[in-house]
């Protein structure tokens, strides 16, 4: 019964969703493509657009963190009014100026939720001793859960990541059972929608979010409050924190005044096809999109740990031939569990093997997608080296790369391409931390000879012109937030123009070997 | 793992040429493993294919009808790929998990780990025999070799 086809506003209903910071322009990209969005603006960490379709489309996105039925955005409040009075006036008119906005858009909200009546195999007298059974188990004081959940929206004093509201909405979340959470979370809203017959009878809870100079001037609580009453007000209907028909979620900052309605009780970002994330899901999709996938492919993530992004990959892109490596047991296991838990068991092959000694032929490998591990383990320098040359051998030209990349790693990589120094050259000269030996004009002279001579080989002319991991060329590079600190997705495609290098062997110490 | 993934996987030795040496299967472990078919996929592998390594592999686990190289029109022809499917997809060789452990770079050692996947499926289970395949010229098949 989840495959209905759903209603869907005939002339498009306004949405916006809240993305993790960075993840906007992906973001933009998923609705237009997934959606056919019209309209479609960013402002500020979140992404509004138009769209005719139904939930279950709605439901795939898979690069935002929340999604929300717009009710109201508007120019933000003027916090620079004397008395406070004032501004709760302000805040009142956000109800009471245009009351039809609310309505039409609950009756959307309505509409989306409700189960066509001949597809639903969940009859309401089902549904309903489920939630009670809830209800019953519940032993969370409502009271602390208002006072927790407020303080941790009053924290976030900037425009951060969903993760704080997420925070405040998974303690919600922690009500239902972890069958809820999935597809049975989702019909649960529908009931709720459909069993308030008449909206006079609906119950809500408002949510609130204040940043910038709001958030120095009222507390969420405060504007929570006030929202409430103008809302009981308005239209009657009754608070309930605990479980009610409608959440109102309104975000107040200095650049504008938003308002909607949850579309799903549980954020899309969090999957429920992934038992243990590794890399937030949203991220991992980004990069699986950005690698240009095609039927086919053979793709590979060769420091694959939990094995999100080949989970995400998987998911959007079937029929793809999907490898995923690793040295440590204890990630492969878990990886192991995703693929099972996800039924992706026949889709991936889980190998421990290491990334830069990898057992495959030179130029086998369509794609490559993997987050470069950060933090003390992985020394800047000659590991991230050594694990690109790898990578660039087994990928085929005209192949592409996607990398996730710690800001160290970042500005490690970037500093060398200023350079010109090829990642590929013989020696040791990059392998100290510090960018001064990159820069170094006698270490250049040093490394230019030993590279010029297989330029020399290949045919190939003017060392700066050379890419500078050997023939991968960065073709764009995104910021992106991961909470506390930023990374960088990269991008890179391998060029024809070194290949000839690299089949000859001539960037490889000869290393003859033999097998007894 | 799949006899795909083994047909693709080789052991790189530096220096001597960009395809390495296929990973010659010295275990006999097989299961059968149930795949839904899906004609489109299986047809985008065939170009993948390692045909000489793919057929010492089958010999190697004495595998019946195995088409011996891609026929003409091989993309629309249902019977070969369902052979090709079967072969490729559905025949797993030793535990689902291989590792190369480098004790030495040029010796590329594939030795298995405890299999998550035995016969009841719970994650954690017991611990494989190891079973070691050890990287072989392809080329060479001297008598020392046919001894192992």
Excluded at chain 1, 100 to 127: F, G, P, T, V
Excluded at chain 1, 491 to 502: D, E, G, I, Q, T
Excluded at chain 2, 45 to 53: F, G, N, Q, R, S
Aim: proline share 6%; glycine share 6%; aromatic share 8%.
């Amino acid at each position: 019964s989840y495959y209905y086809s759903g209603w869907r506003p005939a002339a498009g209903a306004r949405f916006f969703c809240t993305a993790g910071r960075g993840l906007e322009p992906f973001l933009m990209r998923e609705v237009r493509a997934r959606l056919a969005a019209t309209q479609v603006e960013y402002i500020s960490g979140k992404v509004f657009f138009t769209t005719c379709s139904d939930l279950n489309m709605l439901k795939k996105l898979k690069s935002a963190e929340r999604l929300f039925l717009l009710i109201k955005k508007q120019f933000p409040l003027n916090v620079s009014s004397v008395s406070k009075g004032k501004i709760f006036n302000e805040m009142q008119r956000l109800v009471n100026d245009d009351p039809e906005s609310w309505l039409s858009a609950i009756s959307i909200w309505k509409n989306l939720l409700e189960l066509d009546a001949k597809e639903d195999k969940l009859s309401q007298r089902d549904a309903n001793p489920l939630k009670r059974k809830v209800e019953e188990n519940d032993i969370i004081n409502p009271k602390k859960l208002k006072t927790k959940q407020m303080q941790e929206l009053q924290e976030s004093r900037e425009c951060q990541l969903e993760k704080q509201t997420d925070e405040a909405t998974v303690e919600q979340g922690d009500f239902l059972t972890n069958r809820e959470k999935s597809q049975e979370a989702f019909q649960n809203d529908a009931v709720k929608a459909v069993a308030a017959p008449n909206q006079k009878d609906l119950t809500f809870r408002v949510s609130c979010r204040c940043s910038g100079f709001v958030a120095k001037t009222f507390t969420a609580q405060e504007v929570g409050r006030v929202i409430g009453i103008a809302l009981m007000k308005q239209f009657g209907w009754k608070a309930d924190l605990r479980n009610p028909n409608l959440e109102i979620f309104i975000h107040l900052n200095d650049i504008y005044s938003v308002v909607g309605i949850p579309v799903f009780r549980v954020p899309l970002a969090s999957r429920a096809y992934i038992k243990t994330a590794g890399l937030r899901s949203t991220i991992a999709w980004a990069m699986a999109s950005l690698a240009e996938i095609k039927a086919g492919a053979f793709v590979l993530d060769p420091m694959c740990g939990l094995g999100t992004i080949l989970l995400e990959a998987a998911k959007e892109w079937p029929d793809v031939y999907y490898v995923g490596a690793d040295v440590s047991d204890s990630q492969l296991l878990g990886a192991c569990d995703n693929l099972k838990a996800a039924g992706l068991q026949d889709k991936i092959e889980l190998l421990k093997v290491s990334v830069i000694e990898l057992p495959l032929p030179s130029e086998s490998v369509d794609i490559i997608i993997s987050d470069i591990p950060f933090g003390k383990k992985f020394k800047l320098g000659k590991d991230i080296k050594n694990i690109l040359q790898e990578m660039e051998r087994v990928l085929c030209v005209g192949g592409t790369i996607v990398l996730l990349l710690s800001e160290d790693h970042h500005r490690r990589l970037q500093d060398c391409e200023r350079g010109g120094i090829p990642w590929n050259s013989k020696g040791s000269h990059t392998d100290e931390p510090g960018i001064e030996k990159c820069l170094n004009p006698g270490e250049k002279t040093d490394l230019s000879d030993t590279v010029s001579s297989s330029a020399e080989t290949s045919g190939q002319g003017d060392l700066d012109k050379m890419p500078p991991f050997g023939s991968l060329v960065p073709v764009d590079r995104y910021r992106v937030s991961l909470g506390r600190t930023g990374a960088f997705i990269c991008r890179y495609r391998k060029s024809p123009s070194s290949a000839a290098n690299v089949a000859a062997g001539l960037r490889f110490p000869v290393e003859f070997c033999f097998i007894p | 793992m799949k006899l795909l993934t083994h047909n693709l996987l080789s052991s790189h030795v530096r220096g001597v040429g960009p395809r390495g040496f296929p990973l010659r299967l010295q275990a006999t472990e097989v299961r059968i493993n149930p795949v839904e078919f899906n004609p489109d996929f299986v047809a985008r592998m065939i170009p993948k294919v390692e045909w000489a390594a793919l057929l010492e592999a089958a010999d190697t686990l004495h595998l019946v009808e195995v088409p011996k190289g891609p026929i003409e029109g091989y993309e629309h022809d249902e019977k070969f790929l369902r052979q090709m499917h079967h072969v490729l997809l559905e025949v797993r060789t030793g535990p689902s998990l291989a590792s190369l452990a480098g004790h030495s770079r040029r010796l590329p050692v594939l030795s298995s780990i405890p299999s998550p996947f035995p016969a009841g499926g719970c994650a954690g289970g017991h611990l494989a025999v190891p079973r070691v395949w050890t990287s072989v010229p392809h080329q060479s098949r001297d008598p020392q070799h046919v001894a192992e």
